[in-house]
Structures are given as structure tokens and as C-alpha cells.
């Protein structure tokens, strides 16, 4: 199992949550963004197959992506 660091949540309904999180896998470090749901009242959470992955190289592009979006958003 991969170690991982949960850096955000945003809750989505009562049992689904979008997790922002890093982790290592094989030796290699990774940025996830991925749907968790929970069956017990938000004791345990569980990954879905709905999520995706980055490498640490493309941070800047979905940073940037990001920073686009923010500006977009305020010139509504």
C-alpha cells in the first residue's frame, strides 16, 4: 500500500469527498485528486476508481491551469 498525505478535503454529499492528497508509489512520488466515499458515517473513507493522478513535473501546468481559471472566474 502507498503511503499517503492528505493536504485537502472538499466534501461533495454527506458520503463522497474529493481527497487532494500526495503519496509515493514504487519509489515515486505522486499529486492525486480522488472521489472517497464512506458506508460508515465518515469513520473510514475509501478510494473510487474516479480520481486523477500527476507527477510531480506537470504541478506547474495544473498550477497554472488554476491560476487561469481563478482569473476567469472573477471577470464574471
Known sequence: ???SKILATIARTETEQLQISI???KGKSYFNLRIH???D???TWL???K???FAPDQLD???EAIEEAKKEFMEE
Open 23 to 25: 503519496s509515493e508509489y
Open 1 to 3: 500500500m502507498a503511503d
Open 61 to 63: 501546468i495544473l498550477s
Open 41 to 43: 458515517g465518515g469513520q
Open 47 to 49: 478510494p473510487t476508481k
Open 51 to 53: 480520481g486523477v493522478t
Open 37 to 39: 466515499y464512506t458506508t
